[in-house]
Every structure is written in structure tokens, then in C-alpha cells.
């Protein structure tokens, strides 16, 4: 059972963890296709075009996926900061966006959608990144576990009056209604975390939606 003592080390240690699979992949790929350009050689078989345009093809699946894992390091990079960020501010829209992009894998796993909205107007808020993210994976978490198989789920902010707010929408892709968010395992969690951000949790009364609610920010 995780404690307040330790469970931002847990949650650290799971998208450090979910990441660095994630970067195994792609070097995964890029060594199969390092082989295929290696037979390509060894057997002499480069002189014609259909060859060619399969080393093309070869180099093409290695430059997407060295991007990839480029694009993993970064946002791995910054999650490892964000004790730093949390010191003068973070942009709502960005912490958001880290956190979906991290979350990707986990969404993949149970084969749904995980898309975010940004809002319309630029938000920077004084919190701690860390807890906040963590309340943020845990209420995507809650999302993917409420859904049955083939889900969308979308993730956007806006501003509530001068508090920022993060709404959470999933929706099933056959259609099905979907059972109350706050029925996950991790529900409770979320809200203590949300607790010590002096943060809050609403849930909409139809459909399967509900936003969590920042303090209040004099700032744009």
C-alpha cells in the first residue's frame, strides 16, 4: 500500500519506467532495421530501383524513429525538472501536454485514444509540478480504467472565472454508457493528491466527464 512518504518515488518511478520501454522500442526497431540494410549489402542486391526504394524505405522507418526516441528523451528530460519548474510557475497547457504524452503507452495498452485540447488563452500557474502531474496520470488512469475496450479520451483546460480548470471527457467507441469516473481504483487517490494542491474535483451529471479546479491565479 503506497503512503504519502513514498508515492511520489512510486509515481517517478512508473513513467521512468513506462518511458525508458518505450525507448527500448525504438531501439528495437532501429536495430531490425539496421539488420535489413545490413542483408541488403551482404547480399550485393542494392543496383536495382526496387532495391533502392527498399533501403529508402529502411532509412526513412530509422530517421522516424530516432525523431521518436529524441522526443522521448526531451519529455523525459523535462519530467525530471519539473521540481525546478515549480519554482517559478508552469504553463497549464504544457504541464498538461507532458502528461499525455507520457501517459500514451498506457492508453495504447488498453487500445484507446488520448488526445488534449489546449486552451484558448496561455495560463501560467504557481504549483507544484510533480504533485500536479501526478494528479493528472492518475485521473487519465481512472479514465482508461472506467473505459471498456476502444475509447477516446480528451483532456483540455480552460478558465473557470480566475481559476484554471482541466476537464476530463472519455467516451466509448461503441457508444456505451460508462460507469462514474470516481468508481476507480485510484479515485481516492487522485483527490488526496488534488487535496494538497488545494485543488478540486467536480464531476459533470451526465456523461463521462469531470474537471479538476485549480486555486485561483492573478496571472495570464
Known amino acids: 500500500m503506497e503512503t504519502s512518504g513514498n508515492r511520489e518515488a512510486v509515481f517517478i518511478g512508473r513513467i521512468t519506467a513506462s518511458t525508458t520501454h518505450e525507448f527500448r522500442n525504438v531501439l528495437a526497431i532501429v536495430k531490425e532495421s539496421a539488420g535489413l540494410i ?3 549489402l551482404g547480399n550485393g542486391s542494392l543496383g536495382g530501383p526496387e532495391q533502392a526504394e527498399r533501403l529508402l524505405k529502411v532509412v526513412n522507418r530509422i530517421d522516424a524513429q530516432v525523431g521518436r526516441g529524441a522526443e522521448l528523451l526531451s519529455h523525459l528530460n523535462r519530467f525530471a525538472h519539473c521540481i525546478d519548474r515549480s519554482l517559478n510557475g508552469v ?3 504544457q504541464e498538461v501536454g507532458q502528461v499525455v504524452f507520457l501517459s500514451q503507452r498506457l492508453a495504447r495498452e488498453g487500445r ?5 485540447s489546449p ?3 496561455n495560463m501560467t500557474v504557481m504549483i507544484d509540478s510533480l504533485l500536479f502531474q501526478m494528479a493528472l496520470f492518475t485521473a487519465i488512469e481512472c479514465c482508461i480504467e472506467q473505459m471498456p475496450d476502444r475509447g477516446t479520451i480528451t483532456v483540455h483546460t480552460s478558465r473557470n472565472g480566475s481559476q484554471p480548470t482541466i476537464g476530463f471527457i472519455g467516451e466509448a467507441e461503441d457508444g456505451s454508457a460508462l460507469p462514474s469516473p470516481a468508481e476507480a ?3 481516492n487517490s487522485m483527490t488526496e493528491v488534488l487535496d494538497d494542491l488545494d485543488a478540486s474535483v467536480e464531476i459533470a451529471e451526465q456523461g463521462f466527464a469531470f474537471s479538476i479546479t485549480l486555486p485561483a491565479t492573478g496571472g495570464v
Request: charged share 40%.
Open 38 to 40: 545490413e542483408d541488403l
Open 91 to 93: 504553463d497549464l497547457d
Open 185 to 187: 481504483s485510484g479515485w
Open 119 to 121: 486552451g484558448a488563452e
Open 112 to 116: 484507446h485514444r488520448l488526445e488534449v
